[in-house]
């Protein structure tokens, strides 16, 4: 069973299209919008166990330098799509 999760990404002032270019290559990505409001970004991420989620967030994503603050939400239940 794969794990869908959206990731509210703040980021430092500046950095938001050289960091997202570099956030949308991870395979783990399927879509990364930039937004405004209180945070920045969004991240659509789709991995195949929590596991993997856990991975992604630690070591790839949260390691970037200009990454502020992210904040999860892991999908409980998909009403429609695309």
Do not use: C, H, W
């Amino acid at each position: 069973m794969s794990v869908l999760a959206y990731v509210l990404v703040t980021l430092q002032s500046g950095s938001e299209k050289n960091v997202l270019k570099k956030v949308a290559n991870f395979e783990e990505v399927r879509e990364v919008d930039l937004v405004y409001g209180e945070y920045d970004a969004i991240v659509k991420v789709k991995v195949d166990e929590m596991s993997r989620l856990d991975e992604f967030l630690t070591d790839r994503l949260r390691v970037l330098p200009d990454i502020y603050l992210t904040t999860t939400m892991i999908v409980a239940r998909q009403y429609k799509r695309r």
